[in-house]
């Protein structure tokens, strides 16, 4: 099952797609210190078991979230627990400074803010969800919190997923897109769809829109426009153009071959 890459209406703001917006925040987001901005969305002090071991009297609660301190710049991200769950953090109990639970969705804006007890965005560009299939929640079979390496997808991949994104890097979360493909679901206005490594299903609700290079043609691995079954037309030059009722699908660099599995 693919990670899914919900397109907003500000997504159109960034001038590209998913891939783009991971380098245009890389490029905005810097934190000198993890608590300079953001942290748990309040603190839950209940009792949060993880094996004979007791975390609730440390931070734990349903987000986490951080916003950047650069200068001029607009980036924030809101890592999200599934409903009646929570993230959680050893803080002094071993291992020490670990971030735990499972990540239910990653949004990703600009204008962090606090109400309730709950973070929120004053601009979405995206959110990506699904990623609880593909990533553990830092908990062995222990069970017992699993240490973060911070560098790398191994160990704990809950806590090294948002250190990376704490530090302004995005490439352990693109190593999750480019393993396990994306469904990308598109608004009703105009998109700009990025393809990654492995299968990526381009779900297009209306308006003019557009496919990145690398867009893979072929009914073995190929990638997907997802029409929700419209019918529609293909016109070949320097660039693939699909128009169905909804609007067009233009696949820069495809010229020929699409087939019936590209297209459903």
């Known amino acids: 099952m693919s990670i899914t890459i919900n397109y907003t209406a500000a997504s159109s703001s960034i001038g590209g797609g998913f891939q783009d917006y991971l380098s245009y ?44 301190v650069a200068s001029g710049q607009a980036s924030a991200f809101i890592a999200e627990a599934p409903t009646n769950q929570q993230l959680g953090y050893t803080l002094f109990q071993s291992p020490q400074h670990t971030l735990f639970g499972t990540i239910d969705h990653v949004d990703f804006g ?9 973070w929120s965005l004053g601009t979405t560009y995206f959110n ?27 160990g704990n ?14 490439n352990i979360l693109k190593g999750y897109l480019d393993t396990y493909g994306t469904n990308q ?45 419209a019918g529609y037309s293909i016109a070949y030059g320097s660039d693939a153009v699909i ?8 696949l820069i660099g495809v010229t020929s071959g699409l087939v019936g599995a590209n297209i459903i």
Do not use: C, K
């Not at 309040?42 to 931070?59: I, M, P, Q």
């Not at 991949?157 to 995005?170: A, C, E, F, K, R």
């Not at 990638?223 to 079954?229: R, T």
């Open 157 to 170: 991949d809950t806590h090294n997923l948002v250190w990376n994104l704490m530090q302004g890097q995005t």
């Open 110 to 118: 600009e204008t962090l803010s606090s109400s309730s007890g709950l």
């Open 185 to 229: 679901i598109g608004t009703a206005s105009d998109d700009f769809f990025d393809p990654f490594n492995s299968v990526d299903t381009f779900v297009v609700n209306g308006g003019d829109d557009v496919i990145s290079t690398g867009f893979t043609v072929g009914s073995s691995g190929g990638d997907v426009v997802d029409l929700n079954g």
């Open 243 to 250: 128009t169905y009722a909804g609007g067009t699908v233009t």
């Open 25 to 68: 925040y890389a490029g905005t987001f810097s934190l000198p210190t993890h608590y300079s901005t953001g942290g748990f969305s309040s603190v839950d002090s209940s009792n949060n078991w993880v094996g004979a071991t007791n975390y609730g009297s440390t931070y734990s609660d349903l987000q986490y979230a951080s916003e950047t």
């Open 128 to 154: 990506v969800t699904n990623l609880a299939s593909h990533i553990n929640n830092g908990i062995n079979g222990t069970p017992a919190v699993i240490a973060g390496n911070n560098t790398s997808t191994s």
